[in-house]
């Protein structure tokens, strides 16, 4: 829970000193959305401890407002580039915040129910938020990078005292902050003016956790238990099932993850030459 604090403080602090803000819309928006969603993540946390558990609706609506004032600050999921045609295909406004919401919401929970051992939420935050760098990088998005580079920083310094078996925990707060900033940083890098074969860029970046939870949520539809209903049907449950211990499978879903990274840099390869 305190670690989340302190992720969030380090966050800030580079963010007010590196980043400049182009557009002060956009850099207040991402402020102030970071800090409802790690305010909702404290009081889940403190709830936790009292022995309660904070419902799904506060926390939705919470996160749900976070990812529409970052919407309407400017970052958002607009469109994509048609192949074959280079026509560029801009979707209703509606449909943006559809779109944006869906998504900075989605991340924010992948992200959230990945932190269930050991180092793996850091672990996987800091891959995705390598590859999240080098395409904003490779498409001169400077702000996108630097934030990615910050992701970066905070994440292998909580990974120094949550490495299995951890000293600290980052708790909903942390990881839900973490999230948020990750699909904040995918929508204003990845995804912005994005091509169809691009959109799968920001997917892979974070496939592990994404892909992980689709299957999850499926499995739970299918057995008919609510979607947001915490259980261990995660894969890094799964694997600790099989008889490996927490160190092993940090490091076999980290591996897959990499993967996944080095596959969507591929693609932003593979699009420069097309």
């Not at 302190?6 to 819309?25: E, N, Q, T």
């Not at 935050?125 to 970066?152: D, H, N, P, R, W």
């Not at 005292?161 to 909903?172: S, T």
């Not at 739970?220 to 499978?249: C, E, M, W």
Request: charged content about 10%.
């Amino acid at each position: 829970m305190t670690a989340g604090i302190a992720i969030f403080i380090g966050f800030v602090i580079a963010y007010l000193f590196f980043v400049k803000p182009d557009d002060v819309k956009e850099y207040v928006a991402i402020l102030i959305g970071g800090s409802l969603i790690l305010s909702i993540g404290l009081v889940d946390d403190w709830m936790k401890t009292q022995g309660k558990e904070l419902s799904a609706l506060p926390k939705l609506i919470v996160q749900v407002a976070a990812a529409v004032i970052v919407f309407y600050s400017g970052i958002s999921f607009t469109g994509f580039t048609a192949p074959f045609s280079d026509e560029y295909i801009q979707f209703p406004v509606w449909l943006q915040l559809i779109f944006t919401v869906v998504w900075i919401f989605g991340v924010t929970t992948v992200i959230n129910f990945s932190d269930g051992i050991d180092g793996l939420a850091g672990s996987l935050t800091s891959i995705s938020s390598t590859t999240l760098f080098i395409v904003a990088a490779a498409k001169g998005q400077t702000g996108s990078a630097i934030i990615a580079i910050i992701l970066i920083g905070v994440s292998l310094a909580y990974l120094r005292y949550n490495k299995p078996p951890a000293k600290v925990f980052m708790g909903d707060a942390g990881a839900t902050f973490l999230g948020f900033m990750l699909g904040v940083v995918a929508l204003d890098g990845a995804l912005k003016q994005a091509t169809t074969l691009s959109l799968f860029i920001p997917i892979l970046a974070l496939g592990v956790p994404i892909f992980d939870n689709i299957f999850v949520v499926i499995k739970r539809f299918i057995n008919g238990i609510p979607v947001y209903k915490a259980d261990a049907s995660q894969a890094h449950y799964r694997l600790l099932r099989t008889g490996l211990n927490t160190k092993q499978v940090v490091f076999v879903l980290s591996l897959i993850n990499i993967c996944f990274g080095l596959f969507s840099i591929i693609i932003l390869l593979l699009q420069n030459q097309i």
